[in-house]
C-alpha cells in the first residue's frame, strides 16, 4: 500500500495543479485577438466603416487584433455574448444596461459628439406638414420605432405615450413597426411610410447636418432627457494589462494626429470612460 501513496500524491497533485489552471484562464481571459460586435445604428457598410480605421489603431497600439463584427438586429448582443464569440460590443443605452445586469458586462468608454457632450437624447418626431403635434393627434396613425431592444428607438417614446395615457399602443395606434435602425426610420417619415417616427438624437442631428431640409420637413415632437451615448461594453474577464492599454488608446486617441484622423472620420471629439452610474435613467424607464 505505501508503495502506490507516492504515485496517487503524484495524480493528485497534477489533478489539482489542472483544475487550479483551468480556473485561472476561466478567471483572466487573455486572448490574442478581440472581437468587438456593432450595433445597427446606421447603414451597416457605412457603420463598418466609420469603425474601421479605429479597430486598426487599436490593433496597432495594444498590440493584440481588435475585429469588427456588426450585429444583424439589436438585442442580438446577449445571444453572442453567450455564445462566447464576443469580448466587447459598442451598445446602445438599453441593450447596455440589459447586458450590464445579465451578462455583467462593463461599461468601458463612450464617445463624446461634437458639441462635446458624451450623452444623446431620444427624439420624437413627425412631418411638419402632417398636423401631429400633440399625443392625440398620434391616435390612429402609424408609428415606426427602430427596435424593442433601444432606448431611443422605442423605450423612451412607449413611455413617453404611456405617461400621455395611452395604455396599449396597439389600440391607439393605427399601426406601428420597427425600422431596424435609426436612420432608417427617420427616412420613413420623410417618405410617408410613417407618420411619427423615433429616433436617437446624434443620427437624426447627423442627417440634419447633411441634408438640412431634413430639418426644415421633420418637426420634433418630444425630447428625452440625456441618455449614455453607445457605451463599450466588455467582458470583465479581460486581464487588467489589456483593459489599461485599451483605455489608454481610447482616452488618448486625440493626442496623436492619427488619432485626430480617426476621430473627425467618426465626426466625434475623442472617448471619456464610462461607469455603471450613467444608466440609472435607463432602468428607471423599464
Request: hydrophobic letters at 40%.
Amino acid at each position: 500500500m505505501r508503495k502506490g501513496m507516492p504515485g496517487r500524491r503524484v495524480a493528485q497533485l497534477v489533478f489539482c495543479l489542472c483544475l487550479f489552471l483551468a480556473v485561472q484562464s476561466h478567471a483572466v481571459d487573455r486572448r490574442e485577438e478581440l472581437l468587438i460586435g456593432l450595433e445597427p445604428e446606421h447603414n451597416i457598410f457605412d457603420q463598418v466603416e466609420r469603425y474601421r480605421e479605429l479597430a486598426a489603431y487599436l490593433t496597432d497600439v495594444c498590440g493584440i487584433q481588435v475585429r469588427l463584427t456588426i450585429m444583424s438586429r439589436y438585442g442580438e448582443v446577449l445571444e453572442r455574448f453567450k455564445g462566447r464569440r464576443l469580448d466587447g460590443a459598442f451598445l446602445n443605452s438599453y441593450t447596455a444596461a440589459l447586458a450590464m445586469s445579465e451578462l455583467g458586462l462593463e461599461p468601458f468608454v463612450r464617445p463624446v459628439n461634437s458639441d462635446g457632450s458624451a450623452m444623446t437624447q431620444a427624439y420624437i418626431f413627425a412631418r411638419r406638414d402632417s398636423g401631429i403635434k400633440t399625443v392625440e393627434d398620434m391616435r390612429g396613425r402609424i408609428f415606426v420605432f427602430v427596435d424593442p431592444s433601444t432606448t431611443e428607438g422605442y423605450l423612451f417614446p412607449v413611455t413617453f405615450l404611456r405617461e400621455h395615457g395611452v395604455d396599449n399602443i396597439e389600440t391607439f395606434l393605427g399601426r406601428y413597426y420597427f425600422s431596424g435602425s435609426h436612420a432608417s426610420a427617420v427616412s420613413a417619415v420623410l417618405d410617408g411610410r410613417a407618420d411619427i417616427g423615433s429616433a436617437k438624437a446624434t443620427v437624426y442631428n447627423r442627417q440634419v447636418a447633411a441634408d438640412p431640409s431634413i430639418g426644415s420637413d421633420l418637426f420634433i415632437i418630444s425630447r428625452s432627457p440625456g441618455l449614455p451615448e453607445t457605451t463599450l461594453c466588455i467582458k470583465s474577464s479581460i486581464d487588467q494589462e489589456m483593459k489599461a492599454k485599451l483605455a489608454a488608446a481610447f482616452v488618448q486617441m486625440s493626442e496623436t494626429e492619427r488619432g485626430r484622423n480617426i476621430l473627425k472620420n467618426m465626426e466625434i471629439l475623442g472617448f471619456v470612460r464610462a461607469s455603471l452610474s450613467d444608466y440609472t435613467l435607463i432602468s428607471d424607464m423599464k
